[in-house]
């Protein structure tokens, strides 16, 4: 099964822009969706997209927690704490492969069992999201993204159909799609997903040599999450 590697620096800004109203739902950009504490609510999720645009995930998981349990109904800060969850398992998953590389099989398997923790994570945070507003667009794309790292190409293609029937400008979710058909040689798909992607305006950042080392991104928080 092909690897397939999302850049760090996209999930923060999936979530950041998320929150912002884009390819969300039908609760716009409504945090906590009429609560008396919204104000409190909506400053403590405030602190998480801003964890996550820094690329401090660990902190950014933390801050939506509070925001969760502050309002409990509070989908985007459930969102938001899943891209958290997704980015954390994202650096454990590179830290597994680099040693794997070289040979340190002890530090891999700890990694990758690391990264399959976070990935649980995310996905549970997803569900609680489509339970809270059925329409929330992203949240099928994190699925989408979770099931292409397990090679689960039945549940990716899934997830992101839902994704795109959702949001239909989704460019990211037509290209990883495409991604899927191509490796189980549907290149029929594969290739109306990335014409559509590329009409959308979609741009594979390995592809234009814009991809980002995933060791320059793995701080200390997120190194220490979970142990």
Known sequence: MKRFFWAVGTTAALAVAC????????????????DVSQTSTAKTIDAGA?????????RAFDAFSAAIA??????????GRA??????????????????????VKTGTAEAEKANEN???????????????????DAYFIRGVVAQYQGDSNAGIEAFSKCV???????EAYH???????DIGDKMNSSVDFKK???????????????????????????????
């Open 119 to 137: 990935f649980a994570k995310a996905i549970e945070d997803c569900a609680k999201v489509l339970e809270l507003d059925a329409t929330y667009a």
């Open 165 to 171: 029937e959702l949001s239909p400008e989704h460019a």
């Open 176 to 182: 990883r799609r495409g991604e899927i058909y191509d």
């Open 50 to 58: 801003a964890a996550l645009d820094a690329g401090e995930w660990t």
């Open 83 to 104: 891209a958290a969850s997704l980015a954390i398992a994202e650096e454990r998953y590179r830290l597994a492969e680099a040693a794997a590389t070289n040979g340190d």
């Open 19 to 34: 929150y912002c109203g884009c390819d969300k739902g039908e609760n716009g950009d409504k945090p906590t969706n009429g």
């Open 70 to 79: 502050e309002d409990p109904k509070a989908v985007d800060a459930y969102f």
């Open 197 to 227: 992607a590329a009409e959308l305006g979609y741009r594979d950042a390995d592809v234009d040599g814009e991809g980002e080392d995933a060791s320059a991104n793995v701080d200390a928080e997120s190194q220490a999450s979970d142990e």
